[in-house]
């Protein structure tokens, strides 16, 4: 059957990454796809957070290209930059939220930098993505601290999807949240993904999380991308490192729902 061609929005083409002697990637190659939600898993140390640093351009790699929206990252610079960081969302480890300002004052800042717009029209949109989160409007003139861990992410996820991005990224989104308020958190990511256009990629250790919300893992070992397919191709993987990794307990519990879907 004829495949229509999909648009790259991510194009990773021999990254190299070193910090001192310690290689980190080497020939790093990765391609995702307009509309995917692919999960970056692999051991601790692999390289997951700073890939993901890469994609969002807040870190260069030391060799190598990245192509976004089919654009070379190397052959742009000020506006171009600019246009290509816009459409790119990142949600922090931690949040990162500004503490002394109040949850709405946080998702304002972004819209305030790249848009001329009033007080109000400022508010409004901000309200717009705070609701898209799933929290409650009451939260809007809450200080970060006094949040809960879910509604923090919540707030985290609303900052980032201020100027409207095609991209978003996430770093270990879950961690730290009870089940339910994870599994909460993963409902919200696939309402996100499917009303908003988005494509996604979350770099995580939470299998019920991949099995969930993505369609695509990126298995990083070895310094490079090892594999990238749907979970349920990962967990039967024969490769060694690839094996090592889901063969644990939770991994376990991962090959019960692939016999449970079967
Ligand atoms: N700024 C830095 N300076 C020196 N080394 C760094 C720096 N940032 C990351 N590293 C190293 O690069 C390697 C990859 O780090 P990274 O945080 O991307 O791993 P990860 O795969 O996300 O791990 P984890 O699953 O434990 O979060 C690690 O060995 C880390 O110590």
């Known amino acids: 059957m004829a495949m229509l061609e ?36 692999g051991g601790s ?19 190598g290209e990245i192509m976004l929206f089919g654009q070379p990252v190397t052959q742009l610079s000020g506006q171009g930059l600019a246009g290509l960081r816009k459409q790119i969302g990142m949600m922090f480890q931690q949040g990162a939220l500004f503490s002394s300002l ?11 930098e790249h848009q001329r717009l009033s007080q109000s029209l400022l508010e409004e949109l901000a309200m717009l993505k705070l609701r898209l989160t799933g929290l409650p409007e009451q939260a809007a003139h ?8 879910g509604m923090l992410k919540r707030a985290a996820v609303a900052r980032a999807l201020a100027l409207d991005p095609a991209l978003l ?8 949240l009870d089940p339910a308020g994870a599994s909460a958190f993963d409902d919200m990511l ?12 979350l770099v995580t250790h ?3 999380s991949i099995w969930r919300v993505t369609d695509q893992v990126a298995f990083l070992g070895d310094q490079r991308v090892l594999a990238k ?8 993987d024969e490769h060694p490192v690839i094996k090592a990794y889901f063969a644990n307990n939770r991994a376990k519990r991962a090959a019960i729902k692939l016999e449970s879907t079967a």
């Open 169 to 176: 990224l996430l770093d270990e989104p879950t961690a730290g």
């Open 45 to 63: 140390g692999t390289g997951k957070s700073v890939l993901l640093s890469e994609i969002a351009l807040l870190r260069e790699p030391d060799a």
């Open 6 to 41: 999909r648009n790259k929005i991510v194009e990773l083409q021999a990254i190299a990454t070193q910090f001192a002697d310690h290689v980190v990637h080497h020939q790093l190659d990765l391609t995702i796809y307009q509309g995917e939600r692919v999960a970056l898993v």
């Open 190 to 201: 696939l309402e996100l993904h499917a009303s908003l256009n988005l494509t996604l990629i």
């Open 206 to 208: 939470d299998l019920d």
């Open 229 to 236: 397919q749907p979970i349920e191709m990962m967990v039967k």
């Open 142 to 149: 809450l200080y970060p601290q006094s949040l809960s861990g």
């Open 102 to 112: 109040t949850v709405l004052e946080n998702i304002i800042l972004p819209l305030q």
